[in-house]
DNA sequence: GTTGAAAATGCTAGCCG
DNA sequence: CGGCTAGCATTTTCAAC
């Protein structure tokens, strides 16, 4: 991994514009924190070559997309399930958004949004079909409380 | 809830660039798939409308901002504290990103991102210090095995 | 860190099919 | 729904401080 940037009050504050709005201008976030066009945009720079921003993004509500559910999957496994093969295994299944393994009862948490019932199932069946995945256990999203930042890792 | 919208093929494709890159241009979108610069700015400003996009925003690696752990913590709380109360109760953790009610064993999935362990600790206690939390199972992310798209809800 | 300038690119609105 | 054009804003890269 590359080097850690020191960061100051200046790039959180810029980080902080960019969270609210991905798409504002340098020109305008320049405003705000108190610098001009150019700093905003060096500093812009420096932290994507730096690897703190590792890029921007649109948000959308899958809701309106017609996919309104959504649901967190523990995955309990066998020891011999590797991370490679078990990323190879998750990624032909659409309705996965995001994965992860975590210490404690559960290995994996897989997050996906379907389009009804009947593609979580399909899609919940896919993932207990995968080879040294012994149980899941599947938890629907009733309402999201926070959601403070996009971040990715 | 505002009516669903219909989108075609091209919607996701706009969607999809945008998820890719959402700084992208409309001309450089339009491009790809083949409409003009207008016609994508149309399109995308009626996908805001619909609500279908709700923003755009910066993708930041926590880990090169001094925040290098990440945890799921599944709250079991008693059945009294409501969801306006519990959105309170979590608005002062700073490190909370994000926070889900859900349907099955825990009641609420709250992830959040630490500097080090003493304030994933102390952000774990003021979990627990809510009134009508009873428990609280903290589990590490080792690995990110899928991170597909930002998904706003 | 700043400013200012110039060229390229991007955005937006109006008009038309 | 689409394309086009014209005017304006923004981005980007300079040089100079």
Redesign the interface.
Known sequence: ??P??R?DKTDDLI?GS??????RSFASIGLEVGLSTAAVKRRVDRLRR?????????????????RPI?A?VELHTDGVLG?DR??RA??PIAE???????????D???RL?AADTDRLEAAVQALRAIPSVRKT?????????????????
Chains 1, 2 share one sequence.
């Open positions: 991994m590359a850690d940037l960061s980080l960019l969270s609210a709005d991905g798409r730096a690897g703190v921003i590792t890029g921007f993004t649109v948000l959308i509500d899958q809701k309106r997309l017609g959504e967190l991370v078990l990323r998750l990624g996965i958004v995001e994965a992860v393994t975590v210490t404690g009862d559960a994996t948490i897989v949004v256990e599947t938890n629907i999203v009733l309402s999201h409380l926070v959601t403070r930042s996009a971040t990715a890792f």
